[in-house]
């Protein structure tokens, strides 16, 4: 984070009564959030925060698929983000509910609304607990989990250490965003009677594709013509999204970071790293 950044967040949350914050986390009701971006204040008010019947939110631990997933969804529901027409990136049509900037206002976006977001199940807004809005829930293996999220944060943000080791520590103590791994998949899994949620595997979408695209269209009520099926598929590969501004993220690191360190946010995207 730079130091104007920095110095922004602390002004944002110097008054706060948070319970654990440092440079580069911020301790929320149990849970750690990166400081970059975060928006406090929506976030301490999220239980009120007006849910319609047709949202859709992806919900991840960090490191896990997330930007995945939004470039799977926006060529789901978006044409012409399908045909490549216009150059609008995926986390503009898929923001996060808690990392956003203060001008954004959700309650004006056109349904069907999709989310991302990193949040525990217990501190979704009330209204997701009607059952209606979708939840697709994306997991991966802890151990990759890890080793992306040490790579993120040695490379391309601000971090607390360089050292793996180290960082490992962090992880298991669950002191980084989305804090325990484990807490954060057991919490969703064990409530998933709370929600209208489809569970989906990275692993699984690594095998298979098409068939992870298909199940999410039939949770979603999309029917896609197989062309089009194709076309979500192609553009999903990790070959395809590298190359794609749109969904690779690099414009913005730059934008949140302000800094061009060595490395990408896709990564190498495999398994059993
Ligand atoms: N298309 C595709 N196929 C396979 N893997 C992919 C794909 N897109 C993103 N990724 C990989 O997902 C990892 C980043 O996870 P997240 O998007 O959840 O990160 S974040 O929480 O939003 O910061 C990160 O994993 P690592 O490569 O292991 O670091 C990305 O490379």
């Given at each position: 984070?730079?130091?104007?950044?920095?110095?922004?967040?602390?002004?944002?949350?110097?008054?706060?009564?948070?319970?654990?914050?440092?440079?580069?986390l911020t301790k929320l009701k149990g849970c750690y959030f990166a400081n970059t971006q975060l928006n406090l204040e929506f976030l301490e008010n999220l239980d009120d925060f007006e849910i319609r019947d047709d949202d859709v939110f992806i919900i991840t631990y960090p490191k896990s698929g997330t930007v995945w997933f939004q470039q799977i969804l926006c060529l789901i529901y978006f044409e012409e983000h399908r045909k490549g027409i216009g150059n609008l990136e995926t986390v503009?049509?898929?923001?996060?509910?808690?990392?956003?900037?203060?001008?954004?206002?959700?309650?004006?976006?056109?349904?069907?609304?999709?989310?991302?977001?990193?949040?525990?199940?217990?501190?979704?807004?009330?209204?997701?607990?009607?059952?209606?809005?979708?939840?697709?829930?994306?997991?991966?293996?802890?151990?990759?989990?890890?080793?992306?999220?040490?790579?993120?944060?040695?490379?391309?943000?601000?971090?607390?250490?360089?050292?793996?080791?180290?960082?490992?520590?962090?992880?298991?103590?669950?002191?980084?965003?989305?804090?325990?791994?484990?807490?954060?998949?057991?919490?969703?899994?064990?409530?998933?009677?709370?929600?209208?949620?489809?569970?989906?595997?990275?692993?699984?979408?690594?095998?298979?594709?098409?068939?992870?695209?298909?199940?999410?269209?039939?949770?979603?009520?999309?029917?896609?013509?197989?062309?089009?099926?194709?076309?979500?598929?192609?553009?999903?590969?990790?070959?395809?999204?590298?190359?794609?501004?749109?969904?690779?993220?690099?414009?913005?690191?730059?934008?949140?970071?302000?800094?061009?360190?060595?490395?990408?946010?896709?990564?190498?995207?495999?398994?059993?790293?």
């Amino acid at each position: 984070m730079s130091e104007v950044q920095s110095s922004f967040q602390q002004a944002l949350i110097g008054n706060r009564n948070m319970e654990d914050t440092n440079k580069f986390l911020t301790k929320l009701k149990g849970c750690y959030f990166a400081n970059t971006q975060l928006n406090l204040e929506f976030l301490e008010n999220l239980d009120d925060f007006e849910i319609r019947d047709d949202d859709v939110f992806i919900i991840t631990y960090p490191k896990s698929g997330t930007v995945w997933f939004q470039q799977i969804l926006c060529l789901i529901y978006f044409e012409e983000h399908r045909k490549g027409i216009g150059n609008l990136e995926t986390v503009e049509r898929i923001p996060f509910l808690e990392y956003f900037s203060r001008e954004v206002d959700f309650a004006e976006r056109p349904s069907p609304r999709l989310f991302t977001t990193h949040i525990p199940y217990y501190l979704v807004p009330r209204g997701l607990k009607n059952k209606k809005a979708k939840v697709i829930y994306i997991y991966r293996n802890p151990k990759d989990v890890m080793c992306s999220y040490f790579h993120f944060s040695k490379k391309l943000t601000a971090s607390a250490t360089d050292n793996f080791v180290e960082f490992m520590n962090l992880f298991l103590e669950g002191e980084v965003a989305g804090s325990l791994w484990f807490d954060h998949i057991k919490g969703w899994y064990e409530h998933k009677n709370l929600f209208n949620i489809h569970f989906l595997m990275y692993e699984e979408m690594k095998k298979d594709l098409r068939g992870s695209v298909l199940k999410i269209c039939k949770f979603l009520g999309k029917e896609l013509s197989e062309e089009d099926v194709d076309a979500v598929v192609r553009q999903a590969t990790f070959e395809n999204m590298k190359n794609d501004p749109r969904a690779n993220y690099d414009n913005k690191l730059k934008a949140y970071f302000g800094i061009q360190k060595k490395g990408h946010f896709l990564r190498k995207g495999d398994v059993e790293q």
